[in-house]
Protein backbone atom coordinates (compact mmCIF):
# COMPACT_ATOMS: atom_id res chain seq x y z
CA UNK A 1 0.00 0.00 0.00
CA UNK A 2 1.53 3.25 -1.13
CA UNK A 3 -1.01 5.17 -0.21
CA UNK A 4 -1.46 8.47 1.61
CA UNK A 5 -5.40 9.35 1.88
CA UNK A 6 -7.24 13.14 2.88
CA UNK A 7 -10.50 13.39 3.89
CA UNK A 8 -12.54 15.13 3.20
CA UNK A 9 -11.41 16.09 -0.36
CA UNK A 10 -13.64 19.67 0.06
CA UNK A 11 -14.49 21.65 2.94
CA UNK A 12 -16.08 25.31 2.78
CA UNK A 13 -15.93 26.79 6.50
CA UNK A 14 -16.65 29.90 7.89
CA UNK A 15 -14.68 32.35 10.08
CA UNK A 16 -16.02 31.21 12.96
CA UNK A 17 -16.10 27.64 12.25
CA UNK A 18 -13.95 24.86 13.73
CA UNK A 19 -13.03 21.86 11.35
CA UNK A 20 -10.01 19.55 11.20
CA UNK A 21 -8.22 18.07 8.13
CA UNK A 22 -7.29 14.07 8.27
CA UNK A 23 -4.12 12.22 6.68
CA UNK A 24 -3.49 8.44 6.99
CA UNK A 25 -0.65 6.41 5.59
CA UNK A 26 -0.10 2.60 6.50
CA UNK A 27 3.61 2.50 4.84
CA UNK A 28 5.06 2.27 7.86
CA UNK A 29 6.57 5.83 7.19
CA UNK A 30 7.97 7.88 10.39
CA UNK A 31 7.53 11.24 8.94
CA UNK A 32 4.50 13.13 8.11
CA UNK A 33 4.11 16.47 6.87
CA UNK A 34 0.97 19.20 5.97
CA UNK A 35 2.00 21.93 2.84
CA UNK A 36 0.05 24.63 1.55
CA UNK A 37 -0.60 25.60 -1.85
CA UNK A 38 -1.96 28.07 -3.63
CA UNK A 39 -2.72 28.15 -7.39
CA UNK A 40 -0.09 27.90 -9.80
CA UNK A 41 2.32 28.29 -6.95
CA UNK A 42 4.46 25.42 -5.24
CA UNK A 43 3.78 23.61 -1.93
CA UNK A 44 4.55 25.39 1.21
CA UNK A 45 5.72 23.75 4.53
CA UNK A 46 3.46 24.14 7.25
CA UNK A 47 4.89 21.30 10.01
CA UNK A 48 6.97 18.62 10.11
CA UNK A 49 6.51 15.42 12.36
CA UNK A 50 9.14 12.87 13.14
CA UNK A 51 8.19 10.09 15.12
CA UNK A 52 4.82 11.58 16.23
CA UNK A 53 6.65 14.42 17.04
CA UNK A 54 6.49 18.09 16.03
CA UNK A 55 10.12 18.59 14.69
CA UNK A 56 9.82 21.93 12.49
CA UNK A 57 6.91 24.41 12.61
CA UNK A 58 7.38 27.16 9.48
CA UNK A 59 6.20 30.11 11.35
CA UNK A 60 2.75 28.64 10.82
CA UNK A 61 -0.01 30.90 12.44
CA UNK A 62 -2.05 29.19 15.26
CA UNK A 63 -5.11 29.26 13.85
CA UNK A 64 -3.37 26.29 12.56
CA UNK A 65 -3.14 23.65 14.68
CA UNK A 66 -1.15 19.74 13.91
CA UNK A 67 -1.74 16.79 15.73
CA UNK A 68 0.05 13.60 15.04
CA UNK A 69 -2.31 10.63 17.75
CA UNK A 70 -0.41 8.21 15.92
CA UNK A 71 2.28 6.94 13.47
CA UNK A 72 -0.11 6.49 10.71
CA UNK A 73 -2.89 9.33 11.53
CA UNK A 74 -1.67 13.46 11.06
CA UNK A 75 -4.38 15.67 11.69
CA UNK A 76 -4.53 19.75 11.33
CA UNK A 77 -7.10 21.76 13.16
CA UNK A 78 -8.48 24.45 12.12
CA UNK A 79 -10.08 27.63 13.83
CA UNK A 80 -11.23 31.36 13.33
CA UNK A 81 -9.78 31.17 9.69
CA UNK A 82 -9.22 33.87 6.91
CA UNK A 83 -10.36 33.92 3.28
CA UNK A 84 -6.83 34.42 2.70
CA UNK A 85 -6.12 30.36 4.38
CA UNK A 86 -8.25 29.15 1.67
CA UNK A 87 -6.11 26.47 -0.77
CA UNK A 88 -5.03 23.15 -1.20
CA UNK A 89 -3.72 21.44 1.86
CA UNK A 90 -2.01 19.02 0.92
CA UNK A 91 -0.42 15.48 3.37
CA UNK A 92 3.23 14.02 2.97
CA UNK A 93 4.84 11.14 4.92
CA UNK A 94 8.14 9.75 3.95
CA UNK A 95 10.29 6.67 5.25
CA UNK A 96 12.41 9.54 7.19
CA UNK A 97 12.78 12.91 7.11
CA UNK A 98 16.94 12.26 5.77
CA UNK A 99 17.13 10.82 1.79
CA UNK A 100 13.30 10.86 1.90
CA UNK A 101 11.37 9.88 -0.88
CA UNK A 102 7.82 11.75 -0.08
CA UNK A 103 4.29 10.49 -1.31
CA UNK A 104 1.90 13.09 -1.56
CA UNK A 105 -2.38 12.50 -0.64
CA UNK A 106 -4.93 13.92 -3.65
CA UNK A 107 -5.00 17.10 -1.03
CA UNK A 108 -8.08 18.67 0.54
CA UNK A 109 -9.65 21.73 -1.25
CA UNK A 110 -10.22 24.35 1.24
CA UNK A 111 -12.37 27.42 0.92
CA UNK A 112 -13.21 29.79 3.76
CA UNK A 113 -16.10 32.29 3.48
CA UNK B 1 19.47 29.86 1.35
CA UNK B 2 18.41 27.01 -1.88
CA UNK B 3 16.97 28.40 -4.42
CA UNK B 4 15.30 26.13 -6.84
CA UNK B 5 14.36 27.40 -10.62
CA UNK B 6 12.46 25.56 -13.23
CA UNK B 7 12.45 26.29 -17.34
CA UNK B 8 10.48 26.70 -19.07
CA UNK B 9 7.72 28.02 -17.31
CA UNK B 10 5.37 26.32 -19.87
CA UNK B 11 5.42 24.33 -23.02
CA UNK B 12 3.11 23.18 -25.39
CA UNK B 13 3.95 20.21 -27.99
CA UNK B 14 2.23 18.01 -30.52
CA UNK B 15 1.99 14.23 -29.35
CA UNK B 16 5.08 12.28 -30.04
CA UNK B 17 7.78 14.74 -29.18
CA UNK B 18 10.60 13.64 -26.69
CA UNK B 19 10.62 16.73 -24.32
CA UNK B 20 13.93 18.44 -21.45
CA UNK B 21 12.45 19.78 -18.75
CA UNK B 22 15.50 21.55 -16.38
CA UNK B 23 15.43 21.94 -12.76
CA UNK B 24 18.13 24.23 -11.27
CA UNK B 25 19.34 24.98 -7.92
CA UNK B 26 22.00 26.98 -6.31
CA UNK B 27 23.55 24.97 -3.43
CA UNK B 28 25.21 21.75 -4.23
CA UNK B 29 25.14 20.15 -1.10
CA UNK B 30 22.34 18.46 -1.76
CA UNK B 31 21.04 14.97 -0.37
CA UNK B 32 18.45 14.24 -3.32
CA UNK B 33 16.31 15.68 -6.04
CA UNK B 34 12.74 14.51 -6.65
CA UNK B 35 10.79 14.59 -9.79
CA UNK B 36 6.68 15.22 -9.31
CA UNK B 37 3.76 14.92 -11.09
CA UNK B 38 0.60 17.32 -10.68
CA UNK B 39 -2.43 17.53 -12.45
CA UNK B 40 -5.04 20.02 -11.94
CA UNK B 41 -6.26 20.47 -8.49
CA UNK B 42 -4.73 17.16 -7.55
CA UNK B 43 -2.13 16.01 -5.24
CA UNK B 44 1.54 15.20 -6.10
CA UNK B 45 2.85 12.19 -8.09
CA UNK B 46 6.24 11.19 -7.28
CA UNK B 47 8.06 10.26 -10.78
CA UNK B 48 11.37 9.69 -10.10
CA UNK B 49 13.95 10.23 -6.94
CA UNK B 50 17.99 10.82 -7.46
CA UNK B 51 19.88 10.26 -3.93
CA UNK B 52 22.87 13.18 -4.21
CA UNK B 53 25.38 9.66 -5.12
CA UNK B 54 23.58 8.60 -8.81
CA UNK B 55 23.69 10.47 -11.89
CA UNK B 56 20.19 9.27 -13.55
CA UNK B 57 17.11 7.34 -12.88
CA UNK B 58 14.45 5.86 -15.37
CA UNK B 59 10.75 4.68 -15.16
CA UNK B 60 9.53 3.55 -17.99
CA UNK B 61 9.61 7.01 -20.74
CA UNK B 62 11.13 8.60 -18.03
CA UNK B 63 14.46 9.37 -17.55
CA UNK B 64 15.95 12.18 -15.05
CA UNK B 65 19.89 13.16 -14.66
CA UNK B 66 21.55 14.58 -11.74
CA UNK B 67 24.84 16.90 -12.50
CA UNK B 68 25.67 18.01 -8.68
CA UNK B 69 28.29 19.84 -9.69
CA UNK B 70 26.53 22.85 -11.77
CA UNK B 71 23.67 22.49 -9.83
CA UNK B 72 21.51 20.84 -12.67
CA UNK B 73 18.74 18.19 -13.42
CA UNK B 74 16.74 17.49 -16.29
CA UNK B 75 13.75 15.03 -16.92
CA UNK B 76 13.66 13.70 -20.40
CA UNK B 77 10.27 12.32 -21.23
CA UNK B 78 10.28 10.35 -24.42
CA UNK B 79 7.44 9.91 -27.07
CA UNK B 80 5.11 12.34 -25.05
CA UNK B 81 1.55 11.66 -25.01
CA UNK B 82 -1.55 13.52 -23.78
CA UNK B 83 -2.20 11.90 -21.05
CA UNK B 84 1.54 13.26 -19.66
CA UNK B 85 -0.35 16.98 -19.59
CA UNK B 86 0.47 18.22 -16.21
CA UNK B 87 2.49 20.58 -14.02
CA UNK B 88 6.18 19.30 -13.37
CA UNK B 89 8.18 20.19 -9.90
CA UNK B 90 11.12 19.18 -9.00
CA UNK B 91 12.35 19.44 -5.49
CA UNK B 92 15.92 19.65 -3.73
CA UNK B 93 16.54 18.24 -0.62
CA UNK B 94 19.20 20.26 0.88
CA UNK B 95 21.92 19.13 3.27
CA UNK B 96 23.43 22.04 4.23
CA UNK B 97 23.05 23.47 7.59
CA UNK B 98 21.21 20.06 8.55
CA UNK B 99 18.15 21.02 6.34
CA UNK B 100 16.71 18.13 4.79
CA UNK B 101 13.32 19.84 3.97
CA UNK B 102 12.49 19.58 0.15
CA UNK B 103 12.67 22.93 -1.42
CA UNK B 104 10.40 23.05 -4.54
CA UNK B 105 10.64 24.59 -8.18
CA UNK B 106 7.81 26.42 -8.92
CA UNK B 107 6.53 23.77 -11.83
CA UNK B 108 6.57 23.13 -15.33
CA UNK B 109 3.54 23.47 -17.48
CA UNK B 110 3.12 20.83 -20.24
CA UNK B 111 0.51 20.47 -22.42
CA UNK B 112 0.96 17.70 -25.44
CA UNK B 113 -1.68 17.82 -28.17
CA UNK B 114 -2.89 15.05 -30.15
Known amino acids: DTEVTQTPKHLVMGMTNKKSLKCEQH?????MYWYKQKAKKPPELMFV???????INESVPSRFSPECPNSSLLNLHLHALQPEDSALYLCASSQETVYNEQFFGPGTRLTVL | KQEVTQIPAALSVPEGENLVLNCSFT??????LQWFRQDPGKGLTSLLL?????REQTSGRLNASLDKSSGRSTLYIAASQPGDSATYLC?????????????FGRGTSLIVHP
Open chain 2, 27 to 32: DSAIYN
Open chain 2, 91 to 103: AVSDASGGSYIPT
Open chain 1, 49 to 55: YSYEKLS
Open chain 2, 50 to 54: IQSSQ
Open chain 1, 27 to 31: MGHRA
